[in-house]
């Protein structure tokens, strides 16, 4: 079954409480995208706006860190009730720590690639993850260009998850819309990422539905 998941960051932030509402009603997850200004050039927002998310999501939050020593931070983002935590496999030296960390605070562990990281990369660390996140943008900015070298990386991916038997779901990130969301299914993801595409739109409950194919 595949997820959808709004990323925020394209959210109305004066009205964040109508879009979280569209989110509850016709998505799955809330993509939640912290960024420091140091592991990426841009700012985004931090624990107050995702306090206030968590305080009135019936959906589970999916916490996506492009933020440097992203282990620091583990303990909190479980107190504030999140369920998914994912951070970039360079911003760390001890990845497989962050993993088993995550995990036994309850939460869903994730390891984050950008296009340009091959996903052999991935291999050592996918008995500790229960998703990756193959960005299909490089990871700084909502908006961007979906860049199609993903379907590969998917099925390259997937292929290793298979032959190891382990379930680690596939989530891509960037430029998802309508136009690519079938093809990156059937490739393998699972769970795929919307920012721009659901919230510039008129209709996003449409959007979301279209997505799921
Ligand atoms: C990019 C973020 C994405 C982004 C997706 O750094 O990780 O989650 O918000 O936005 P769109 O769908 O607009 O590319
Ligand atoms: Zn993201």
């Known amino acids: 079954m595949i997820q959808i ?7 109305d932030f004066l009205h964040l409480g109508r879009d979280v509402e569209m989110v509850n009603k016709n998505a799955d997850l809330f993509h939640l995208d912290i960024m420091d200004g140091t592991f990426v050039p841009n700012i985004s927002y931090g624990f107050p706006v995702v306090e206030a998310i968590a305080k009135v999501a ?3 939050l999916d916490v ?3 933020i440097v020593h992203p282990e620091k931070y583990i303990e909190r983002f479980a107190r504030i009730g999140v369920s998914m935590l994912s951070f970039h496999l360079n911003a760390t030296d001890k990845p497989a720590q962050a ?3 995550i995990r036994e605070t309850g939460m869903k562990a994730g390891l984050v690639i950008n296009p340009d990281m ?3 990369s991935l291999y050592p660390y996918l008995h500790l993850c229960d998703y990756i996140i193959l960005m299909s943008v490089y990871a700084g900015f909502g908006g961007q260009k979906f860049i199609e070298d993903i379907y590969d990386r998917i099925r390259t991916l997937k292929k290793e998850i298979d032959r190891l038997g382990l379930s680690v779901k596939i989530e891509v990130d960037g430029g998802v819309s309508p136009v690519n969301s079938k093809p990156l299914i059937e490739a ?3 769970i795929l990422v919307a920012g721009s595409s659901v919230f510039n ?3 996003p409950a449409d959007v979301i539905s279209a997505m799921r194919g």
């Open 5 to 11: 998941a709004p990323s925020m960051l394209a959210a």
């Open 58 to 60: 019936r959906k589970p």
């Open 64 to 66: 996506h860190l492009m």
């Open 99 to 101: 993993l088993l960390h």
């Open 118 to 120: 091959p996903v052999e």
């Open 188 to 190: 393998g993801a699972e």
């Open 201 to 203: 739109s008129d209709s």
